[in-house]
């Protein structure tokens, strides 16, 4: 019988070459010869517990994935993988929590490795009026919620930019990881319907932004609502579960948007 699981060398070489460094490159960032990453890379020689990671975080390799590099070279998994449920993560939740809370009145959420909601301040709730109930039972996938012609497709009014957008990102996550889920949901979003009526993506040169930030248009009940989003990681989080979420966070990118927000808040607050 023989073992068809990858080797640590199969997996560094499968990451370097995904980072499009050489073992030169690789080698010169990581303070070794290029030669003994060679061995390592074939398999003539058996690196280190503590050349594992130090070539895992010169590869930017995340943390679950470094824990698999460890197994596969013989040693056990440093980084703990605890749900964000779990009692001990309770510290995490509260400034998860703190974050989402401190953005409003405007509409945050939390988002683990696969796009599946975790956590929203209540002004998301004011954008998803509408959407079929089905998408928004758990787990819900925010992108698949934002792309699909029951969820939000419909009320977006740039949404081939939106699309291109968010397919280009997840394309590079993809890329970058090789994540199967993320592989599978990728393809579903292609095969989702462009709604009907949808209007041509703008010339580059009449972009807000320079380019830079992409607005996402929705129509809403409260009129046309224009936001740009940023993206904020817990780069220095040691759990795995922790270092997986994203905060998506979404700011008015208009005087109308931002006074509309404010009046939902308000009357969120006083009821």
């Given at each position: 019988?023989?073992?068809?699981d990858?080797s640590?060398?199969?997996?560094?070489?499968?990451?370097?070459q995904r980072?499009?460094?050489?073992q030169?490159?690789?080698?010169?960032d990581?303070?070794?010869s290029?030669?003994?990453?060679?061995?390592?890379?074939s398999?003539?020689?058996?690196p280190?517990?503590?050349?594992?990671?130090?070539?895992?975080?010169?590869l930017?390799i995340p943390?679950?994935?470094r824990?698999?590099?460890?197994?596969?070279?013989g040693?056990?998994?440093?980084?703990?993988?605890?749900p964000?449920?779990?009692p001990?993560?309770e510290?995490?939740?509260?400034?998860i929590?703190?974050?989402?809370?401190?953005?409003?009145?405007n509409?945050?959420?939390?988002?683990?490795?696969?796009?599946?909601?975790?956590?929203?301040?209540r002004?998301?709730?004011?954008l998803?009026?509408g959407?079929d109930?089905d998408l928004?039972?758990?787990?819900?996938?925010?992108?698949?919620l934002?792309?699909?012609p029951r969820?939000?497709?419909?009320r977006?009014?740039?949404?081939?930019e939106?699309?291109?957008?968010v397919i280009?990102r997840l394309?590079?996550?993809?890329?970058?990881?090789?994540?199967?889920v993320?592989?599978?949901?990728?393809?579903?979003l292609?095969?989702?319907?462009?709604p009907?009526?949808?209007?041509p993506?703008?010339?580059?040169?009449d972009r807000?932004?320079?380019?830079?930030?992409?607005h996402?248009d929705?129509?809403t009940e409260?009129?046309?609502?224009?936001?740009?989003?940023t993206?904020?990681?817990?780069?220095?989080?040691?759990?795995?579960?922790?270092?997986?979420i994203?905060?998506e966070?979404?700011?008015?990118?208009d005087r109308?948007?931002?006074?509309?927000m404010r009046?939902?808040?308000?009357g969120?607050?006083?009821a």
């Amino acid at each position: 019988m023989t073992n068809s699981d990858p080797s640590v060398g199969d997996l560094l070489r499968e990451w370097r070459q995904r980072r499009h460094l050489s073992q030169l490159g690789l080698a010169s960032d990581a303070e070794i010869s290029q030669r003994h990453l060679s061995f390592v890379e074939s398999g003539r020689s058996a690196p280190s517990r503590a050349m594992v990671l130090r070539l895992a975080e010169q590869l930017e390799i995340p943390l679950r994935e470094r824990n698999a590099l460890l197994v596969a070279a013989g040693f056990a998994p440093v980084y703990p993988n605890r749900p964000l449920d779990d009692p001990g993560m309770e510290a995490a939740r509260d400034a998860i929590g703190l974050i989402l809370q401190g953005h409003e009145p405007n509409p945050a959420l939390a988002i683990d490795r696969h796009w599946t909601l975790v956590s929203a301040n209540r002004a998301v709730a004011h954008l998803l009026a509408g959407v079929d109930a089905d998408l928004l039972q758990p787990p819900v996938n925010v992108l698949r919620l934002s792309l699909h012609p029951r969820g939000l497709a419909p009320r977006i009014g740039n949404y081939r930019e939106w699309r291109a957008h968010v397919i280009g990102r997840l394309a590079r996550q993809v890329d970058n990881s090789a994540d199967p889920v993320l592989t599978g949901l990728l393809a579903d979003l292609k095969a989702l319907p462009v709604p009907p009526g949808a209007r041509p993506c703008r010339p580059r040169g009449d972009r807000a932004f320079g380019g830079v930030a992409v607005h996402l248009d929705l129509a809403t009940e409260h009129g046309t609502l224009s936001f740009i989003s940023t993206t904020t990681i817990f780069g220095t989080a040691l759990e795995i579960s922790l270092s997986e979420i994203a905060i998506e966070s979404f700011f008015p990118a208009d005087r109308v948007t931002a006074m509309a927000m404010r009046q939902l808040n308000e009357g969120d607050v006083s009821a």
